[in-house]
């Protein structure tokens, strides 16, 4: 017998009981083919990557379990006939060091609105500012001593501004 991994999708239709007896059920599939449970674990009701049979949401359940090789493809057609999987995945080999779900909050707990911010948008506002801060570095400063001209300061800042358009095009 080899071991595989079963990952499926209960439908959000089925209420909390009622996903519960279709874990036993599938269970129940895996012995009646010949296989032992290892494992059986429930990532409780989380939100899909993309809708299934027009479904946004989905109780997740893992299973680990020992089946005879010959048995596999009949107990993949038992689980595509029952209505209230959305889908299935049954993966030759258990993943060694197996440590339970990951690490995201639960469907219900997603929608609270505190959010922290994305850790995207923190790494390209830094990309942004390091830029902007080796630009300054770069531009020369006037000195003190320069005598504004005659037109006033909005003149004296058009060289100094064309300066530091030149700068960054010296570096490259």
């Known amino acids: ?30 012995q009646d083919a010949g296989g ?11 939100r899909l990557a993309y809708p299934i049979k027009h479904h946004f ?5 893992l299973t680990h379990m020992t089946l005879p090789s010959d048995r596999v493809a009949g107990f993949e057609r038992a689980l595509h006939l029952n209505e209230g999987i959305l889908r299935h995945l049954v993966v030759r080999g258990i993943v060694p060091g197996y440590e339970g779900p990951p690490e995201e909050e639960l ?12 850790p995207r948008a923190a790494a390209a506002a830094a990309d942004e500012a390091a830029p902007a801060a080796e630009a300054d570095e ?6 003190a001593d320069d005598a504004a001209p005659a037109g006033g300061p ?15 095009a010296a570096a490259e």
């Open 57 to 61: 949401e989905g109780t997740y359940v």
């Open 107 to 118: 469907v219900y707990a997603r929608r609270s609105s505190t959010r922290p911010a994305p």
């Open 154 to 168: 909005a003149e004296a800042e058009a060289p100094a501004a064309a300066e530091e358009a030149e700068a960054p």
């Open 1 to 30: 017998m080899n071991e595989y991994e079963l990952m499926y999708v209960i439908s959000p239709r089925l209420m909390v009981e009622e996903a519960e007896s279709a874990i036993e059920r599938v269970n129940g599939l895996i």
């Open 138 to 143: 770069a531009a020369p400063v006037p000195a």
């Open 36 to 46: 032992e449970v290892l494992l059986t674990d429930n990532w409780g009701r989380r």
